[in-house]
């Protein structure tokens, strides 16, 4: 496919990817899976890039779900040393690119290492511009329903009667309440379910499912699905 720019479509300013497959693009070539996350991390940076040059504002990418705890001990541990030392050692790479980088999830049930570094990258990428990435790790869409809930409450007077919670609570104390609604969802390596990703946010957001695994992932792979969501019609409910 040729590298002509597919977004043409101003409305499409977020895009959630379920980065599936890392685990199984290693095996199928008799490798440890962990080189398969270490893969999936250079497609992630591909993908940010191609995404900056089709000015897409918002990417969120799906790094370690709270489900994902049930793994082998080995293998999460790997995956949060992955995390901290990744976002520690692309600094160069948000900087060179201006990439802005938040955090949704659970950020409380990470080690501390992981939190510290999380904290450090917000904090050194806030004035970057190009875009903004969210890094949903230790994320879950239930858990941070539950959160939101919760801290709505907290917001209540104390001993007050407290009213029903509203579409707005909610809205407002979501991990990212400054985010625009994803308008596309792609998940990566076959799979067609959302596995508990952003769905509270992604109520009316197109799906785009690819059978190529995540570390096989390039910029024509993310044109294509752009290309496929401008040939969709959204109706948010409406009338076609």
Do not use: C
Not at 91 to 111: I, K, Q, T
Not at 152 to 163: G, H, K, M, S, Y
Not at 176 to 199: A, H, K, Q, V, Y
């Amino acid at each position: 496919m040729g590298k002509e720019k597919a977004k043409a479509d101003p409305t499409l300013r977020h895009i959630g990817i379920i980065m599936d497959g890392n685990g199984r693009w290693a095996t199928a070539r008799g490798l440890r899976r962990t080189r398969g996350h270490r893969e999936g991390v250079e497609a992630a940076k591909r993908i940010v890039l191609a995404a900056i040059e089709e000015d897409v504002p918002y990417l969120s990418l799906y790094a370690f779900s709270t489900e994902n705890w049930r793994r082998a001990r080995d293998e999460v541990s790997f995956l949060m040393a992955l995390v901290a030392r990744n976002l520690r050692g692309q600094y160069d790479f948000y900087r060179e690119n201006h990439v802005r980088v938040r955090h949704s999830g659970n950020l409380a049930g990470l080690p501390l290492e992981v939190q510290e570094e999380i904290a450090a990258v917000t904090e050194e990428t806030q004035n970057n511009e190009a875009i903004t990435i969210n890094l949903a790790v230790n994320y879950g869409g239930r858990d941070e329903v539950v959160r939101s809930v919760n801290r709505a409450l907290q917001d209540r007077p104390e001993n007050a009667t407290v009213p029903e919670i509203s579409d707005e609570d909610i809205r407002s104390n979501l991990d990212l309440p400054d985010f625009p609604d994803p308008d596309l969802i792609i998940r990566t390596g076959g799979e067609r379910r959302l596995s508990n990703f952003l769905i509270w946010e992604s109520a009316y957001a197109e799906l785009y499912f690819s059978e190529r695994l995540w570390p096989e992932w390039t910029g024509d792979d993310l044109r294509e699905a752009l290309a496929d969501f401008q040939r969709r019609k959204r109706n948010f409910g409406g009338m076609r």
